[in-house]
């Protein structure tokens, strides 16, 4: 079984200051791990993703990714946010036993950026 | 490429009504999904496919249908629409474990957002 928690459902913070958007995680094998946008009124886009190729994962827009596998941890980070990252973050994991492709989505957190 | 298309964007039903939402993807994938999405709720899998011809339940499949005639198309059928299925429902396609296995994200599509009356 698989499951993501996102510890925040709303994160606002002021432009030009770090973003800390934070995911938890189970899975009963070693996870995928990738972090989606959704703007408001659009479809999900993938910001970037985990595959065991390297802890520390950078994706588009400047975001990155550490993973944890002590703390079950997947958080995203910015150093330095932007108006147009104002949007609905999902962490999502997949486990990667065969057959068994699905993807869990975590509940989202909305980042309000303050001008 | 386009990617994965949903039809149609916007759709109002009554209680009661029956529709189809089409989604095509042109990107090859094997797998489909379709997932419904509602406030506080995070996305959640309806029926997704595994390959032409093959369909299977996910998550909450109850009220639905699904139908995968063509490797490029994947529909979503409902036959007597419920108030409790006004939501967001988006499509979602990716190659198989088989040619990607730890590399299998998903591409979503725009999105359909469906009222019932």
């Known amino acids: 079984a698989q499951s993501v928690t996102q510890l925040d459902s709303h994160v606002s913070v002021s432009e030009g200051t770090p973003v800390l958007l934070r995911c938890n995680y189970s899975?009963?094998?070693?996870?995928?791990l990738f972090w989606y946008v959704q703007h408001p009124n659009k479809g999900l886009q993938l910001l970037l993703k985990y595959t065991s190729a390297a802890t520390l994962v950078k994706g588009i827009n400047g975001f990155e990714a550490e993973f944890k596998k002590s703390e079950t941890s997947f958080h995203l980070t910015k150093p330095s946010a932007h108006m147009s990252d104002a949007a609905e973050y999902f962490c999502v994991v997949s486990a990667q036993a065969p057959g068994n492709e699905k993807l869990t989505f975590g509940t989202g957190t909305r980042l309000t950026i303050i001008p | 490429n386009a990617g994965v298309t949903q039809t149609p964007k916007f759709r109002v039903l009554k209680t009661g009504q029956s529709m189809t939402l089409l989604c095509a993807q042109d990107?090859?994938?094997?797998?489909m999904y379709w997932y419904r999405q509602d406030p506080g709720m995070g996305l959640r899998l309806i029926h997704y496919s595994v390959g032409e011809g093959t369909t299977a339940k996910g998550e909450v499949p109850d009220g639905y249908n699904v139908s995968r005639l063509k490797k490029q198309n994947f529909l979503l059928g409902l036959e007597s629409a419920a108030p409790s299925q006004t939501s967001v429902y988006f499509c979602a396609s990716s190659y198989s474990w088989r040619d990607r296995g730890l590399f299998n994200e998903q591409f979503f599509g725009p999105g359909t957002r469906l009222t019932v009356l």
């Open positions: 899975s009963s094998y070693s996870p995928s």
């Open positions: 990107m090859n994938h094997e797998y």
